[in-house]
Every structure is written in C-alpha cells, then in structure tokens.
C-alpha cells in the first residue's frame, strides 16, 4: 500500500492532470466555436447589468474585460461605488498576472469601459443586452423587467442571472416580442474565475437571442451550455439534491459531516464534500432553494421525494448556524467569511 504522503502525491498529480484536460478540452471547444459560422443573432456591443454585488459586479467586470461598453446600474450610490471597488480589486489581481509592469494602466484600460447610474430606464436606453442579478425574488424581478420593457429599444435582449426561479414566469411581465427576447444567462460566482454559464432557454427565445447570447459569453471567456427552462437548470437540479441526501445521511445517523466530505473527495474527486460546500453556500441559501421547489414539486415540475422538508438543516437554520458566514454551520469557523 501507498503510505500517506505518496497517496497525496499522487492524488495531487492526478488532479493537476484532471485540471489539465478540462483545460484542454475547453480551449478546444471554444477554439471550435471561434471558427464556427458567424451567429445569426444580433450583435452585442453595449451591456447593461442590474445588481451592484457581487455577481453582478463580476458579470460588468467579464463583460468590459472582452470590450463591450457596460453600464452598472442599482439603486444606490454607495451601492456603485461598493461595485466598482470589486471591479477594481479584481482587476488588480488579473493584472498582477496578465501585465506586471503595468497594473495601474491595465485595470484603468477596462475600468473605463463601464459607467455607472442609478436611472434605470437611462440604463438601458440605448443598450443591446441587459444581465438583471439582484434579489432572487421573483416579484422584485418582474417589476424591474417590467419597467424597462418599455425604455430599452425593440431589439434589446433581456437576460436573467436567477439560478431557482423559473425564467418563463420573469419573462411575462414584458410584452410578446420581448418575450423572444428573453432568455436566462446563469454565471456562477466568482464570476471571473468561474468559466461556466447556463444559457436558459424559454418556449418563447427565439434562436436568433440564443445565437447572441452564446456568441457574446464565448466572447467573455466563457465555456456556455444550454437548458431548458427547468427548476434548477443543469448544475443545480443535480447539486441541491445532492446535497440535501447529504443531509438526510446526518440525520439518520448513516455517516458524519466530516466522513462524508472526505468520502467525496477522495472518492468521487469532488474538490469540496458536500457540507463543506452547503457551508459556503449557507444553510439558510439552501433551505431557501429547497422551499422554492416543493413549490415546484407540487405542480408536478420536480420528485417530491427530493425535497421533502428535513429537520435538521431547519433546525441549524432557526439557530443562525448558517455556515461560514455566520462562523457556525456544519462546522465551526474562526472568522466569519
């Protein structure tokens, strides 16, 4: 048998070429798709992202980064500002890789791609797409697509960054044109570093968005696939489930937190086991998630049986023990991330 440190040897070299041919395989895949037929969809130049945050700030940051001209919009001042110094700070760090000698001008290169507002309908008056990635609530979203049918021009397209909530249902608070001009455009954070994005398809998205949407996140550095407009799209109608068996397994008393994590890891070759990563995510995010779909399960749109209530992950989330973030979950954490 390997002793312990040539079993992580090896793990590790095994990883770096598991990396490797991921890595491989999309340079190839976008190499394919940079030489494939150019889209039919119209081409998108300006860019307009709701949402100041988090995701919203890496979506404006990839976007300027591949040229196009972004416009950051949220309700408050102090909102765009926290934005920008997320930007900024995030560029400093690709700089440092990308040009050593020259970081200052690298990031003030791309940071003058994007301007800033809080005048919605000014936002989007002349733009070609717009990201909405604020609250995932689907009232809140509906009024903000709602009001800016009417002020973007006919041919913009419309995008949401929602990852629960069914993108069709968002898409009608706008007029039947807009409609075919809808789509969800799914990026996973942190955006910069994260190459995946689920293009979510509605009966109604005509192909020509679908074209522009896949054509404008290849031009984003960004490896697309494509759903229906299903609860949980591809990443999180298999993760949540996942994770809430995990759950299940604590609270009959099959196996611990921590024999499972390692059970994944070193088993399945997951980089994160399941109750490190609900953690990350946050206990409350999850349950959140899981409310939503039993919505969705009672209409016949999911299994029942995936998300079912569990006691334990209600009882932590009554407790505040809501992950990393609260410095208690699943496990305990010295400084509250």
Known sequence: MLSPILRTAAMSTTRSQLNAAAATRLSSIQRHLSTSPASNGPKIEKLTVFGAGLMGAG???????????VTLSDVTDKALENGLNIISKSLSRVAKKKSPDDIEGFTKKIMDNI??????????????????????????????????????????????????LSVKEIAESCGKERQERFAGLHFFNPVPAMKLVEIIRTPQTSTSTY???????????????????????IVNRLLVPYLLESIRMVERGDATPEDIDTAMELGAGYPMG????????????????????????????????????????????????????SGQGFYEYENKK
Do not use: H
């Open 59 to 69: 979506i404006a940051q990839v976007g300027a980064q591949s040229g196009l001209k």
């Open 211 to 233: 074209e522009s949407l896949k054509e404008v996140t290849l031009r984003m550095g960004k490896a697309p696939v494509t759903c229906n407009d299903t609860p949980g799209f």
């Open 115 to 164: 301007e800033i507002t809080t005048d919605a309908g000014k936002a989007v008056e002349n733009t070609d797409l717009v990201i909405e990635a604020i609250i995932e609530s689907i009232k809140v979203k509906r009024d903000l697509f709602g009001f800016l049918d009417s002020k973007a021009k006919s041919e913009c397209i419309f995008a949401t960054n929602t990852s629960s």
């Open 274 to 325: 399941p109750f490190k990563l609900l953690d990350f995510v946050g206990l409350d995010t999850t349950s959140y998630i899981a409310q939503g779909w039993r919505e969705k399960a009672a209409s016949g749109q999911i299994s029942k049986e995936l998300v079912e209530p569990i006691e334990l992950l209600e009882k932590l989330v009554k407790e505040g023990k809501l992950g990393r973030k």
